[in-house]
Protein backbone atom coordinates (compact mmCIF):
# COMPACT_ATOMS: atom_id res chain seq x y z
CA UNK A 1 0.00 0.00 0.00
CA UNK A 2 1.15 3.61 -1.27
CA UNK A 3 1.76 5.57 1.49
CA UNK A 4 0.24 8.94 1.76
CA UNK A 5 2.21 12.41 0.61
CA UNK A 6 3.09 14.13 3.43
CA UNK A 7 4.18 17.43 3.07
CA UNK A 8 6.09 19.22 6.26
CA UNK A 9 5.19 22.20 7.77
CA UNK A 10 8.18 23.95 6.60
CA UNK A 11 8.17 23.02 3.28
CA UNK A 12 4.58 23.98 2.85
CA UNK A 13 5.11 27.35 4.04
CA UNK A 14 8.45 27.54 1.37
CA UNK A 15 5.66 25.85 -1.25
CA UNK A 16 3.36 28.97 -0.34
CA UNK A 17 5.51 31.61 -0.49
CA UNK A 18 7.37 30.31 -3.67
CA UNK A 19 4.02 30.47 -5.22
CA UNK A 20 2.98 33.95 -3.89
CA UNK A 21 6.24 35.20 -5.54
CA UNK A 22 5.59 33.73 -8.89
CA UNK A 23 2.17 35.38 -8.77
CA UNK A 24 3.32 38.96 -7.49
CA UNK A 25 5.96 39.27 -10.78
CA UNK A 26 3.12 38.20 -13.19
CA UNK A 27 1.20 40.74 -11.94
CA UNK A 28 3.93 42.99 -11.95
CA UNK A 29 4.76 42.47 -15.10
CA UNK A 30 1.59 42.75 -17.29
CA UNK A 31 0.30 45.81 -15.09
CA UNK A 32 3.92 47.66 -16.18
CA UNK A 33 3.74 46.66 -19.40
CA UNK A 34 0.21 48.33 -20.11
CA UNK A 35 1.34 51.50 -18.33
CA UNK A 36 4.35 51.35 -20.90
CA UNK A 37 2.07 50.91 -23.92
CA UNK A 38 -0.30 53.64 -22.72
CA UNK A 39 1.92 56.04 -22.32
CA UNK A 40 3.45 55.91 -25.27
CA UNK A 41 1.49 58.13 -27.15
CA UNK A 42 -1.60 58.55 -25.41
CA UNK A 43 -2.95 59.07 -21.63
CA UNK A 44 -4.48 56.32 -19.73
CA UNK A 45 -8.05 57.02 -18.85
CA UNK A 46 -8.05 55.85 -15.63
CA UNK A 47 -4.76 56.99 -14.19
CA UNK A 48 -5.51 60.47 -15.83
CA UNK A 49 -8.71 60.72 -13.04
CA UNK A 50 -6.93 62.75 -10.59
CA UNK A 51 -3.66 63.01 -13.05
CA UNK A 52 -5.45 65.78 -15.22
CA UNK A 53 -5.63 68.60 -12.95
CA UNK A 54 -7.41 71.83 -14.25
CA UNK A 55 -6.39 73.69 -10.95
CA UNK A 56 -2.83 72.88 -11.80
CA UNK A 57 -2.47 73.41 -15.68
CA UNK A 58 -3.55 77.22 -15.14
CA UNK A 59 -0.57 78.29 -13.88
CA UNK A 60 0.63 77.49 -17.46
CA UNK A 61 -1.52 80.70 -18.60
CA UNK A 62 0.46 83.18 -16.42
CA UNK A 63 3.83 81.26 -16.69
CA UNK A 64 3.76 82.22 -20.10
CA UNK A 65 2.46 85.33 -20.81
CA UNK A 66 -0.34 83.85 -22.86
CA UNK A 67 -2.11 87.17 -22.13
CA UNK A 68 0.42 89.03 -23.83
CA UNK A 69 0.07 87.03 -26.51
CA UNK A 70 -3.83 87.46 -27.05
CA UNK A 71 -5.22 84.88 -25.41
CA UNK A 72 -7.95 85.56 -22.86
CA UNK A 73 -7.64 83.08 -19.72
CA UNK A 74 -11.39 82.88 -19.81
CA UNK A 75 -11.10 81.21 -23.53
CA UNK A 76 -7.63 78.95 -22.00
CA UNK A 77 -9.96 77.84 -18.82
CA UNK A 78 -12.77 76.56 -21.39
CA UNK A 79 -10.23 74.31 -23.31
CA UNK A 80 -8.43 73.08 -20.61
CA UNK A 81 -12.24 71.85 -19.57
CA UNK A 82 -13.10 70.21 -22.39
CA UNK A 83 -9.63 68.66 -22.80
CA UNK A 84 -10.22 66.99 -19.35
CA UNK A 85 -13.21 65.82 -20.47
CA UNK A 86 -11.76 64.05 -23.49
CA UNK A 87 -8.62 63.04 -21.28
CA UNK A 88 -11.14 61.30 -18.77
CA UNK A 89 -12.95 59.78 -21.47
CA UNK A 90 -10.77 58.70 -24.22
CA UNK A 91 -7.19 57.57 -24.57
CA UNK A 92 -5.16 60.93 -25.81
CA UNK A 93 -2.10 62.88 -24.88
CA UNK A 94 -2.62 65.07 -22.32
CA UNK A 95 0.15 67.22 -22.93
CA UNK A 96 -0.77 68.99 -25.78
CA UNK A 97 -3.29 71.59 -26.30
CA UNK A 98 -4.10 73.83 -29.56
CA UNK A 99 -6.01 76.32 -29.43
CA UNK A 100 -7.88 78.60 -32.70
CA UNK A 101 -9.23 81.85 -30.78
CA UNK A 102 -11.53 82.78 -33.84
CA UNK A 103 -12.36 86.29 -31.33
CA UNK A 104 -9.26 87.93 -32.85
CA UNK A 105 -8.98 88.50 -36.56
CA UNK A 106 -7.33 86.73 -39.24
CA UNK A 107 -4.11 89.57 -39.04
CA UNK A 108 -3.43 88.62 -35.64
CA UNK A 109 -1.72 85.04 -34.73
CA UNK A 110 -4.43 83.35 -32.80
CA UNK A 111 -3.32 79.81 -32.90
CA UNK A 112 -0.98 78.64 -30.20
CA UNK A 113 -0.09 74.70 -29.79
CA UNK A 114 0.80 74.74 -25.97
CA UNK A 115 2.58 71.96 -24.05
CA UNK A 116 1.19 72.03 -20.30
CA UNK A 117 3.27 69.71 -19.59
CA UNK A 118 6.65 71.42 -20.09
CA UNK A 119 5.19 75.11 -20.14
CA UNK A 120 5.95 75.86 -23.78
CA UNK A 121 4.15 78.07 -26.07
CA UNK A 122 5.49 75.99 -29.00
CA UNK A 123 3.42 77.66 -31.79
CA UNK A 124 1.86 80.85 -32.06
CA UNK A 125 0.75 81.61 -35.45
CA UNK A 126 -1.51 82.36 -38.11
CA UNK A 127 -4.38 80.40 -38.92
CA UNK A 128 -7.24 80.78 -41.59
CA UNK A 129 -11.22 80.47 -41.04
CA UNK A 130 -13.54 79.53 -43.70
CA UNK A 131 -14.76 81.77 -46.78
CA UNK A 132 -18.02 82.03 -46.05
CA UNK A 133 -17.38 82.46 -42.37
CA UNK A 134 -16.08 86.06 -42.89
CA UNK A 135 -13.43 87.92 -44.13
CA UNK A 136 -10.89 89.78 -41.57
CA UNK A 137 -13.61 88.49 -38.50
CA UNK A 138 -14.67 84.89 -38.36
CA UNK A 139 -18.87 85.55 -38.00
CA UNK A 140 -20.63 82.61 -39.48
CA UNK A 141 -20.38 78.73 -38.37
CA UNK A 142 -21.59 75.22 -39.86
CA UNK A 143 -21.33 71.46 -39.27
CA UNK A 144 -22.67 71.10 -43.42
CA UNK A 145 -21.07 69.74 -45.95
CA UNK A 146 -20.38 72.06 -48.90
CA UNK A 147 -20.80 75.40 -46.48
CA UNK A 148 -17.34 76.54 -46.76
CA UNK A 149 -17.28 77.45 -43.10
CA UNK A 150 -15.61 76.60 -39.89
CA UNK A 151 -16.84 74.38 -37.74
CA UNK A 152 -16.49 75.39 -33.84
CA UNK A 153 -15.41 73.32 -30.64
CA UNK A 154 -13.12 70.34 -29.76
CA UNK A 155 -11.58 68.30 -31.93
CA UNK A 156 -9.50 65.10 -31.49
CA UNK A 157 -6.41 65.19 -34.15
CA UNK A 158 -5.62 62.10 -36.77
CA UNK A 159 -3.67 60.06 -38.92
CA UNK A 160 -1.54 62.49 -41.43
CA UNK A 161 -2.03 61.94 -45.62
CA UNK A 162 -0.63 63.75 -48.89
CA UNK A 163 -3.74 64.94 -50.49
CA UNK A 164 -4.95 67.84 -52.80
CA UNK A 165 -3.25 70.34 -50.33
CA UNK A 166 -0.10 68.57 -49.58
CA UNK A 167 0.84 67.00 -46.18
CA UNK A 168 -2.32 67.29 -43.97
CA UNK A 169 -4.00 66.20 -40.87
CA UNK A 170 -6.94 64.54 -40.36
CA UNK A 171 -9.34 66.03 -37.52
CA UNK A 172 -12.41 64.21 -35.63
CA UNK A 173 -15.11 66.69 -34.64
CA UNK A 174 -16.21 65.71 -30.70
CA UNK A 175 -19.23 67.96 -30.38
CA UNK A 176 -22.33 66.29 -32.21
CA UNK A 177 -24.21 68.51 -34.18
CA UNK A 178 -21.63 71.17 -33.79
CA UNK A 179 -18.73 69.74 -35.39
CA UNK A 180 -19.11 66.01 -35.94
CA UNK A 181 -19.19 66.54 -39.74
CA UNK A 182 -15.65 67.26 -39.72
CA UNK A 183 -14.22 63.83 -41.22
CA UNK A 184 -17.52 63.59 -43.39
CA UNK A 185 -16.13 67.64 -44.80
CA UNK A 186 -12.82 66.97 -45.11
CA UNK A 187 -11.69 69.49 -42.37
CA UNK A 188 -7.89 69.06 -42.04
CA UNK A 189 -4.84 71.10 -41.01
CA UNK A 190 -2.88 72.11 -43.98
CA UNK A 191 -0.45 74.42 -45.28
CA UNK A 192 -1.52 77.11 -47.31
CA UNK A 193 0.38 80.16 -49.56
CA UNK A 194 -2.75 82.12 -48.45
CA UNK A 195 -1.73 82.25 -45.00
CA UNK A 196 1.27 84.92 -44.92
CA UNK A 197 1.97 88.41 -43.74
CA UNK A 198 2.36 89.78 -47.44
CA UNK A 199 -1.36 89.67 -48.03
CA UNK A 200 -2.17 91.56 -44.34
CA UNK A 201 0.02 93.96 -45.88
CA UNK A 202 -2.02 94.29 -49.01
CA UNK A 203 -5.39 93.50 -47.71
CA UNK A 204 -5.51 93.56 -43.94
CA UNK A 205 -6.28 89.70 -43.64
CA UNK A 206 -4.89 86.57 -44.75
CA UNK A 207 -6.70 84.16 -47.33
CA UNK A 208 -9.21 82.21 -46.62
CA UNK A 209 -9.91 78.05 -47.04
CA UNK A 210 -13.30 76.18 -47.61
CA UNK A 211 -13.36 75.53 -43.46
CA UNK A 212 -10.04 74.08 -42.71
CA UNK A 213 -7.82 75.74 -40.48
CA UNK A 214 -4.87 76.17 -42.65
CA UNK A 215 -1.49 77.36 -41.36
CA UNK A 216 1.63 78.64 -43.57
CA UNK A 217 3.18 76.26 -45.42
CA UNK A 218 6.85 76.74 -43.74
CA UNK A 219 4.94 75.39 -40.04
CA UNK A 220 2.61 73.50 -41.44
CA UNK A 221 4.78 69.97 -41.42
CA UNK A 222 6.39 70.30 -38.02
CA UNK A 223 3.22 71.51 -36.95
CA UNK A 224 1.47 68.34 -38.16
CA UNK A 225 3.85 66.19 -37.14
CA UNK A 226 4.18 67.43 -32.98
CA UNK A 227 -0.26 67.29 -32.98
CA UNK A 228 -0.69 64.11 -35.44
CA UNK A 229 -2.20 60.63 -33.52
CA UNK A 230 -4.61 62.08 -30.46
CA UNK A 231 -3.90 65.64 -29.21
CA UNK A 232 -6.26 68.25 -28.88
CA UNK A 233 -7.58 70.78 -30.79
CA UNK A 234 -10.00 73.47 -29.52
CA UNK A 235 -11.60 76.14 -32.10
CA UNK A 236 -13.22 79.06 -30.11
CA UNK A 237 -15.36 81.87 -31.01
CA UNK A 238 -17.91 83.63 -28.07
CA UNK A 239 -21.40 82.89 -30.33
CA UNK A 240 -24.26 81.95 -28.04
CA UNK A 241 -24.95 79.25 -30.86
CA UNK A 242 -22.00 77.23 -29.87
CA UNK A 243 -21.15 78.47 -26.24
CA UNK A 244 -24.88 77.37 -25.16
CA UNK A 245 -25.06 73.90 -26.63
CA UNK A 246 -21.66 72.57 -25.96
CA UNK A 247 -21.71 69.37 -23.70
CA UNK A 248 -18.16 69.90 -23.31
CA UNK A 249 -17.48 73.41 -21.75
CA UNK A 250 -20.97 72.15 -19.41
Aim: charged letters at 15%; proline letters at 3%; aromatic letters at 10%.
Amino acid sequence: MRKPLIVKPGKRLYLYLLIGIVALQTSATHTFGGTRANNNLFSDSSANNSFFSIANKLNVYDSLHLKAAGLSKKVFTMALKGMAKLVKNRHIKDNLLAIVDFSQPSNAKRLYVIDLNSYQLVYNTYVAHGMKTGKLNAVSFSNRQSSNKSSLGFYVTGETYNGSNGYSLRLQGMEKGINDGAMRRGIVIHGADYVCEGLIESQGYIGRSWGCPAVAPEVSQPLIDLLKDGSCLFIYHPTAAYTSRSALLK
